[in-house]
């Protein structure tokens, strides 16, 4: 039946979310890799097929549920991951986010360290006319916060990214450049 059908891709959605969680859980923050060869086969295989194949929402880069505060919680996302590892002139990292507003045509990216510093990035968002699951990007201002120092910086970059799998709390992205990012929205 149709709704037995729907409750099977249901759990079988959540049972694989959960053991995505699990395996990003032996990668931690900063590293962006799994050690495990196997580990990395199995993350592979739910990252970019299973769950996409059960994901919930058509057109994600369109829905609404694409617009909230998201917890970037793994990526492979050098930048990133040199920013986690690093931190800020001796200001270890915090968190990374994006505050996106797809209706606004807004997006914010936003690396936040202790003691207030922050790296902020912000761009205007679209959703490709022609592909549902691809959103357009455009970086147009950037700044640098390190204790009571702001500096301005040059926006440079433009690109796209395709929202492979999209529900109520998480959401993966794989990006112009193949970097893979997991989202878990916080509102």
């Known amino acids: 039946s149709f709704v037995a059908e729907v409750g099977g891709k249901g759990r079988q959605r959540e049972a694989l979310k959960a053991e995505l969680l699990g395996l990003i859980k032996s990668s931690p923050p900063g590293v962006g890799r799994f050690e495990d060869e196997v580990k990395a086969l199995r993350f592979e295989e739910i990252f ?9 929402t058509p057109d994600p880069a369109r829905s609404s549920l694409f617009s909230g505060e998201w917890e970037c919680i793994w990526t492979n996302e050098n930048e990133l991951n040199f920013a986690v590892r690093s931190g800020l002139f001796g200001l270890p990292w915090r968190r990374t986010y994006q505050n996106i507003d797809i209706e606004g045509c807004r997006l914010d990216n936003i690396i936040e360290f202790e ?12 959703p490709d006319e022609s592909d549902g699951k691809r ?14 120092l702001q500096v301005p910086l040059p926006p440079v970059g433009q690109g796209w990214g395709d929202l492979l799998y999209l529900d109520d709390d998480i959401r993966l992205q794989r990006d112009i450049r193949g970097d893979l990012l997991i989202g878990m929205k916080v509102k």
């Open 135 to 148: 959103f357009n990007f455009r970086f147009s201002e950037a700044s640098l916060k390190w204790r009571s």
């Open 115 to 126: 003691e207030g510093g922050l790296l902020t990035v912000g761009s205007t968002i679209s």
């Open 48 to 56: 970019t097929s299973e769950l996409p194949a059960l994901n919930p």
